[in-house]
């Protein structure tokens, strides 16, 4: 917002667009930057939207990250998700998975491209094969039960001043939240 007030008093060009981390397990960016994004005008690219590997379908409950992935060497830079949750979130996309017959990750890809700010997401495809798997997340749509559903699971409680503590409850009167 400091960027925006000094563009504006210095008659700069406004920033129209921002990298953040947003997926179903990663859901800070509404608390705070997604509306002053909508607010501004400012579209949100966002990275990571498998959550660092955790949303391909290749994790589950009953399947521990497979040797092969490269978040055994980057989990520490990651940020964290409690295994409950992570597990919740993915539970969710693999019964909306099975009744779009769409993949884990295209679900996940989907819903953050219907989400308020977002401008596009940016895919860290390892091969080929994986682009066009990914690429299968545009061209349809979710229905509003199916993101419900989604939104559901991966909802955290957000935090202060967000968290509607009973001294704060106009708060959400005067700035609703955007989802």
């Known amino acids: 917002m400091k960027a925006q007030g000094l563009a504006h008093r210095h008659g700069w060009p406004r920033l129209v667009a921002h990298q953040v981390y947003y997926s179903l397990i990663g859901r800070a960016y509404e608390a705070d930057l997604m509306p002053l ?7 949100a690219l966002v990275w990571s939207p498998l959550g ?19 978040l055994h ?19 969710a996309l693999k019964v ?13 890809i989907n ?14 495809a390892r091969n080929e094969e994986q682009l066009r798997q990914n690429l299968g997340a545009i061209g349809w749509a979710l229905t509003r039960e199916q993101v419900a559903a989604l939104d559901e699971a991966s909802a955290v409680l957000p935090p202060y001043p967000h968290t ?15 989802v």
């Open 37 to 43: 994004a909508a607010d501004q005008g400012i579209g």
């Open 52 to 70: 660092w590997g955790r949303l391909t379908g290749k994790v589950g409950r009953d399947r521990p990250l497979p040797a092969a992935s490269r």
């Open 73 to 91: 060497q980057t989990e520490q830079f990651a940020p964290p998700v409690a295994p409950e949750h992570l597990y919740r979130v993915i539970d």
């Open 96 to 108: 909306v998975a099975a009744e779009t017959g769409k993949t884990v990750p295209q679900i996940a």
């Open 111 to 124: 819903w953050l491209l219907r989400r308020p700010t977002v401008s596009s997401v940016i895919i860290g």
């Open 164 to 178: 509607p503590y009973r001294q704060q409850e106009g708060f959400a009167r005067l700035a609703p939240a955007l």
